[in-house]
């Protein structure tokens, strides 16, 4: 899985996610259920974390895109000196797919479970993936 | 159970729990029995999820030689979801909590397949 494979999943991971929320939410509306997601707060805020954070990407990319268009390589250079680019995307997605994951995570195990190493331990690699991606891309090796 | 009433020892035959009114409609007989015993909703549930999970990965495996654990858990579970609203239109049944553990898991489904490195498909 490259860089744009992983970025594309978590963008996909953060849609499904958005989807499946809202349609439990709005079935609970639309069919006047007696029991509603929408009453509880943590999918709700979840939902819209995940909703803003994909605005915030659309709009950071879009000013990335904006730079990358308008940007110029002299003849030697290697990489870019900031990474700029590989700073708005992968890292950015991350607090998607935390947000997502945490509040799952506390339906099933409870906010002070025992097994909040494993959500700590999720968030880890993910986070180390992203990193070992942006710096393969930027550089094109892996770390020394 | 056995009752000494006498000298006559009569034999009562007891449910474990009281019988629906079966008449009432299917909703109203699962609602019935979701008061007796409440595990019987969530048993309904893990139901569902077992037979579409285990059955799509067992005939996948036998069709092709190969299984797509990551994507017959998310179907699974969004068989399981839609099952569990089904029950969220009558009360009684199911609560949110277990609402909300549903969704979670099938949330939880989505990353592992989108996170999995499968063959291609996705």
Not at chain 1, 16 to 42: C, P, R, T, W, Y
Not at chain 1, 116 to 129: D, K, M, R, S, Y
Not at chain 2, 65 to 71: H, Q
């Amino acid at each position: 899985m490259g860089e744009i494979k992983f970025a594309i999943a978590i963008t996909m991971i953060a849609l499904f996610s958005i989807a499946i929320i809202g349609f439990a939410v709005k079935f609970g509306d639309v069919n006047d259920a007696q029991v509603k997601l929408g009453d509880d707060e943590g999918f709700v805020d979840a939902s819209a974390d995940i909703n803003q954070s994909m605005k915030d990407l659309s709009v950071a990319v879009n000013s990335s895109m904006a730079d990358f268009s308008s940007s110029t390589a002299n003849p030697g250079d290697d990489v870019s000196t900031s990474g700029q680019q590989f700073k708005v995307t992968l890292p950015s997605l991350i607090g998607v797919t935390i947000s997502t994951l945490k509040t799952g995570y506390e339906k099933i195990f409870g906010s002070d479970s025992e097994f909040g190493i494993f959500l700590t331990a999720l968030f880890f690699l993910i986070g180390f993936l992203a990193l070992r991606y942006a710096y393969k891309s930027w550089f094109g090796k892996n770390p020394d | 159970m056995h009752i000494k009433v006498g000298l006559v020892k009569t034999l009562i035959k007891m449910a474990l729990y009281n019988i629906p009114n079966m008449t009432g409609g299917l909703d109203n007989t699962i609602q019935e029995i979701a008061r007796e015993v409440p595990a019987f909703p969530i048993g309904i549930l893990l139901f569902v999820f077992g037979v579409v999970f285990l059955g799509g990965i067992t005939t996948q495996k036998r069709r092709s030689g190969f299984y797509d654990s990551p994507m017959w858990s998310v179907i699974a579970s969004t068989s399981t979801l839609l099952v569990a609203l089904l029950f969220t239109l009558v009360s009684g049944i199911i609560d949110l909590l277990t609402l909300g553990v549903v969704a979670a898991v099938t949330i939880f489904s989505g990353v592992w397949l989108y996170l999995s490195k499968g063959r291609g498909e996705i």
